[in-house]
C-alpha cells in the first residue's frame, strides 16, 4: 500500500488496470514526464507489481499482481470511470 500512496504510481497503475500500455501511451494518458515516470515505473517494477515486454524499440508495461490488480479494479471502478 506504500507504493500505491504516490499520485503518479497510483495514477500508472490505474491506467495499467484497463490492460497493457506502452511506455508512450502512459506519458501522454498519465501526463507525466518521462523522466518522472521511468522513475516511477522502476519503483513499481521493482515492487513486483508491473512487468514488461519488449516489442522491436517498444516496452509494453502490465500489472503483474493478482492482488495488485484487485485493489486497482475497486479504485478505478469507484474514482476513475
Not at 6 to 29: A, F, I, K, W, Y
Amino acid at each position: 500500500m506504500k507504493v500505491l500512496s504516490n499520485p503518479d504510481r497510483l495514477l500508472l497503475l490505474c491506467e495499467l488496470s484497463q490492460g497493457e500500455r506502452r511506455v508512450g501511451e502512459l506519458e501522454t494518458l498519465c501526463d507525466i514526464a518521462q523522466p518522472t515516470l521511468s522513475q516511477q515505473l522502476g519503483v513499481l517494477r521493482d515492487e513486483g507489481l508491473v512487468a514488461t515486454r519488449r516489442e522491436g524499440k517498444h516496452i509494453h508495461y502490465r500489472i503483474d499482481s493478482p492482488q495488485a490488480l484487485a485493489v486497482m479494479g475497486v479504485l478505478y471502478d469507484q474514482f476513475c470511470k
